[in-house]
């Protein structure tokens, strides 16, 4: 069980427990809707509703409790990934590539769920909390939540300037312009799992920028300032430079069985809990940095 608590200031006096939740420690309303009906909601140390009036130098304590895990059918896999940053609240991985992100009941198989439970030590209140999901395909740093309140706390960064994830990839083709910003609405091909580039899709806008070149290919920095499905991928095929490898947007090649050039370098961000600021690296792997000679 984690537990939070926050210590009301003399500028938040009269202020309710649920705005105290809220809007100073960052509890998503869906979660706050849950504890309510939890007995996981103290003032000093008794159990109050949300609309309660607090007063300075009260403590608002939330205790977040061991849930049941969705799915029971989970297989642990007793598989490597690189450990980046582990405490009670937070799991920052290496993922590997080819490696699936999230189990599935209907393909089954190897995962990185399934790696992550066997890491816990297959404990029954395992619950997968992913914050950023990476394509099977695609290798580097993954964050996966311990409990509700960090996920929730960082799914809701996302995509802003209090979590700036950058990505290293190697192209088929180089760019004609050395950086830019694509901004191309991406919109899901009807009865698959492709996207395209499309005037009636949702709007997305990645930055890139060429580092090196070689053999014909471009190593090519990128920040996604949009989170669209396979956003990157789409984009780059869209300026005639597909990631190498890429079976879905360009073509594979030998030198990346399964996989295709895409890492996820670098995660910033704020710790939701400790309020450390954080920034984790993966290691550009070395089978990508052959494919430029």
């Known amino acids: 069980m984690r537990i939070l608590e ?28 849950r504890l309510k009906f939890s007995s996981a909601i103290l003032l000093d140390g008794q159990e109050v509703h949300t609309d309660r009036r607090t007063l300075a130098g009260e403590r608002v304590t939330v205790l977040l409790r061991d849930e049941k895990p969705v799915w029971h059918g989970l297989k642990a896999f007793d598989g490597p990934f690189g450990i980046l940053f582990e405490d009670e609240d937070l799991l920052a991985v290496d993922k590997p590539a080819p490696l699936a992100s999230i189990a599935s009941a209907r393909q089954g198989g190897d995962s990185l769920e399934g790696r992550v439970f066997y890491h816990y030590g297959e404990d029954p209140c395992f619950v997968y909390r992913p914050v950023n999901r990476l394509d099977k395909g695609t290798s580097g740093v993954m964050l996966i939540a311990r409990n ?4 929730a706390a960082l799914q809701k960064k996302l995509h802003t300037d209090d979590f700036v994830r950058t990505y290293l990839a190697v192209t088929e083709g180089i760019p004609g312009e050395k950086e830019g910003m694509i901004s191309r609405p991406i919109l899901r091909e009807a009865g698959g799992v492709r996207r395209t580039v499309s005037e009636l899709g949702q709007p997305a806008e990645t930055f890139y920028r060429v580092l090196e070149t070689g053999r014909g290919r471009a190593l090519v920095f990128l920040r996604l300032y949009t989170g669209r499905t396979h ?63």
Request: aromatic residues 6%; proline residues 5%; contains cysteine.
């Open 6 to 33: 926050h210590v009301v200031t003399s500028s938040e006096e009269g202020s309710t427990v649920g705005q105290i939740l809220k809007n100073k420690m960052q509890l998503a309303r869906s979660l706050v809707s």
């Open 148 to 151: 509700a309140f960090c996920q």
């Open 231 to 293: 956003q990157i991928r789409v984009h780059l095929s869209s300026l005639g430079c597909p990631v190498a490898g890429d079976y879905m947007y360009g073509e594979e090649i030998n030198e990346l069985p399964g996989r295709f050039a895409l890492h996820s370098h670098t995660a910033e961000f704020v710790h939701p809990v400790t309020g450390a600021r954080m920034k984790l690296t993966a290691p550009f792997p070395e089978e990508l940095k052959a494919l430029l000679g």
